[in-house]
């Protein structure tokens, strides 16, 4: 059947009542002016952050900006797959990621490259799971942050299951007399992903068992080409209080704001006191992906008037303004930029494919008997070949070598063309192998 034709009707927003006044307030201590203010709450969360501090804040958006714009120049140069560019949202990652301490743990989307970068992902590594290579990644273990999830949502169930087992072992260590550091886990996600299932079975149990994670919702304004209008008719903030836990929205555009909220989300997790959501309200600059063109859905005045609330741009105004910050500094920072995309750019462009053997390490922490008989049909499967590439009859292709005929299904798959991506004749298995 043909699919049904594109009508704007047919995706028009869904029709509903006015949308209703924000209960929550907006936290903020600065504004787009870049002026610095006072909050009884959430101030004394960021009291020792001066100008030295701040200057650092804006050096680490600086270069996650422009790794991100050479990212996704890689991408237009056919260096990489595919970027979801983050361009905007510096200020709701390295804001919230600055909060973090070693033991807390992260679950991410696909977008959270700023995040990565504060904790010590090398950017080149990162750029590896978007060029393409299987084997890219990095061991969740030594950042204390999981590998990006593409499926959306999934990443929040894990980090509420993550958190109820520290909760758990926090008591073991208790009734054994040892010390334990308060730690808890930070589950990273989108507007759009908010109305997943997952993230509501996860909220739930994160209610339910006092687990220590913080929602971190990123309203960037879109999924996709769906606006944030059409997905709440509420600041996701406010769905907290359903679920018993605090809600809290912050301009996600302010560094300063951001941290401090964070800090206080992460302590009260921490602390035993159960899950906390923070809603920071942003806007992607840039297209969702590489893939995507959003002058087909946005207008460009609302896409003007949040590139006038850039939060790089608001902490450069209070640098300057109220710290004396000078040209010397930006310019020494755009060169530090600049020196940081060029290192990037040479790694990605001098990274060999990896060895197929590389995927057989990848796949377990221990060594698994399935991959180890698998690692052994691959190695007998090349040494079937000749110097020059020609089957000589041992490759187990006709399905009669080999050492398992179960698995001879996948030679179809592993003698692939590399340029075409054609099966090669040479290794087809017969029909019969298939059955
Ligand atoms: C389970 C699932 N459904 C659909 C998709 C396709 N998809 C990829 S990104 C996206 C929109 C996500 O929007 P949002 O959560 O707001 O995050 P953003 O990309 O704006 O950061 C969709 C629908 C997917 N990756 N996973």
Same mark, same amino acid.
């Given at each position: *059947?043909?699919?049904?034709? $594109? ?9 509903? +009542? ?31 952050? &001066? ?8 050096? /680490? ?16 140069? &056919? ?6 560019? *983050? ?46 290579? +299987? ?6 273990? %030594? ?71 913080? $929602? $971190? ?11 944030? /209008? ?16 605090? &809600? ?25 006191? &159960? ?25 460009? %005045? ?107 299904? /996948? ?20 029909? %019969?192998?298939?059955?």
């Amino acid at each position: *059947m043909d699919a049904a034709p $594109f009508t704007p009707a047919a995706h028009a927003p869904a029709r509903h +009542a006015p949308t209703p006044e924000p209960r929550t307030r907006l936290v903020r201590l600065l504004d787009r002016d870049g002026v610095r203010s006072e909050d009884p709450v959430f101030s004394p969360y960021v009291a020792e952050v &001066g100008a030295e501090q701040l200057r650092d804040l804006y050096r /680490s958006m600086a270069l996650a900006r422009r790794f991100d714009e050479e990212a996704t120049n890689l991408q237009r140069q &056919g260096q990489l797959v595919l970027w979801a560019p *983050m361009r905007g949202q510096e200020a709701a990652q390295v804001g919230s990621a600055r909060a973090l301490r070693p033991a807390d743990h992260i679950f991410p989307t696909y977008r959270e490259h700023a995040v990565a970068i504060e904790r010590g992902v090398d950017p080149a590594e990162l750029l590896m799971v978007f060029r393409g290579h +299987a084997a890219g990644g990095w061991k969740p273990s %030594e950042h204390g942050m999981n590998v990006y999830s593409i499926v959306l949502g999934s990443q929040v169930p894990h980090a509420v299951g993550y958190a109820m087992g520290m909760n758990l072992d926090r008591r073991a260590a208790e009734e054994e007399g040892r010390e334990v550091e308060p730690a808890a886990t930070i589950a990273y996600f989108g507007d759009g992903t908010s109305t997943q299932g997952e993230v509501h079975e996860g909220m739930v149990f994160a209610a339910s068992f006092d687990a220590p994670v913080v $929602f $971190f919702v990123q309203n960037n304004q879109w999924a996709i080409s769906v606006p944030f /209008s059409t997905q709440s008719r509420l600041p996701l903030a406010e769905r907290a209080a359903g679920y018993g836990f605090e &809600g809290i929205r912050v301009d996600g555009n302010d560094v300063l704001g951001v941290l401090a909220v964070s800090r206080y989300a992460m302590e009260q997790a921490r602390a035993g006191r &159960g899950p906390v959501l923070v809603e920071a309200e942003t806007y992607r600059l840039g297209a969702h992906t590489t893939a995507d063109d959003p002058t087909k859905y946005r207008r460009r %005045e609302d896409e003007s008037h949040w590139a006038e609330l850039d939060p790089l741009l608001r902490l450069e105004t209070h640098l300057r303004r109220h710290h004396g910050t000078d040209d010397a500094f930006f310019d020494e920072v755009a060169a530090a930029a600049q020196e940081f995309a060029d290192q990037t750019r040479a790694h990605v462009l001098s990274m060999a494919p990896p060895s197929f053997e590389e995927f057989f390490d990848k796949p377990y922490a221990e060594r698994h008997a399935l991959i180890e008989e698998e690692r052994a049909w691959y190695a007998a499967y090349q040494a079937g070949f000749d110097d020059d590439g020609r089957d000589d009859g041992r490759s187990g292709g006709d399905g009669t070598a080999g050492p398992d005929r179960g698995t001879q299904a /996948s030679s179809l798959t592993v003698a692939a063309d590399p340029v075409t991506g054609a099966p090669d004749e040479r290794s087809a298995g017969t029909e %019969e192998d298939l059955a």
